[in-house]
């Protein structure tokens, strides 16, 4: 299951104020697990910066005037999100300002079913509770000392290990899947080779009295002769 955990970062609050997207960070999962491929683009906003703005993000009217356009960004940008769910934080914010720029350009809009909001998720599993992103870092203790200002990449990454972590952690099914050096109860299963044992001359006497009191028994022969005393793993 291929999903894409995104975010963005802006000009302000509301494009249909004319505010733009300057940074766009995108993580791919499949099955829940990041497979090292990431979106990253930096997008001039072909306006000025707000204060309030760059207070958030710390990117700069200078830094970005030197960045691509959204319109030459667009391609490497829906061709990496593909037909992928979008796993969002606050997915009405950032699909509105997608939608904005793709609508500028003569593209369709993103569809909302396509997006999983972990705001949505968070309320639901956590009522009443704070369900920002750094509340939801704090609470399943992932790490937040480099989130000093807000970053696309950086939040959106943060956002997978958080998404993990609501759909039930390392184990959302809660199966115990065969891995390597997996640890159970403290053991380390995949270090854990047999200890072969062979019965001692009582208990193979034993056992042959044992067959002598059951009638044609299955642990002997075709010819009638006793069959082996199998050796077992202990453990």
Not at 71 to 83: N, S
Not at 108 to 114: E, S, Y
Not at 183 to 191: E, F, K, M, P, V
């Amino acid at each position: 299951m291929r999903e894409i955990v995104l975010d963005t970062e802006t000009t302000g609050l509301d494009p249909a104020s004319g505010h733009r997207i300057v940074e766009i960070g995108a993580v791919e999962l499949n099955n829940h697990v990041p497979t090292g491929k990431i979106l990253h683009r930096y997008v001039n906003p072909q306006r000025e910066m707000p204060a309030e703005a760059f207070a958030v993000h710390g990117l700069s009217t200078a830094f970005l005037a030197e960045k691509p356009v959204f319109a030459e960004v667009v391609a490497d940008v829906l061709e990496f999100l593909g037909e992928a769910q979008l796993v969002i934080h606050n997915a009405a914010f950032d699909l509105g300002f997608l939608n904005a720029e793709l609508k500028s350009l003569g593209f369709p809009p993103i569809r909302a079913t396509r997006c999983i909001d972990t705001v949505e998720m968070a309320r639901r599993k956590f009522p009443g509770a704070p369900a920002s992103l750094d509340a939801l870092c704090r609470r399943y203790m992932i790490d937040l000392s480099d989130r000093s200002l807000h970053g696309a990449l950086k939040d959106a990454r943060l956002l997978a290990s958080v998404y993990l972590e609501l759909c039930g952690g390392r184990e959302p099914g809660l199966s115990l899947v065969a891995m390597p050096a997996r640890r159970l109860c403290g053991i380390d299963a995949s270090a854990w080779v047999p200890k072969l044992t062979a019965p001692n001359e009582a208990e193979a006497a034993a056992h042959e009295a044992f067959l002598a009191t059951i009638s044609d028994p299955l642990w002997r022969t075709r010819e009638g002769e006793p069959a082996a005393v199998p050796v077992k793993a202990a453990g």
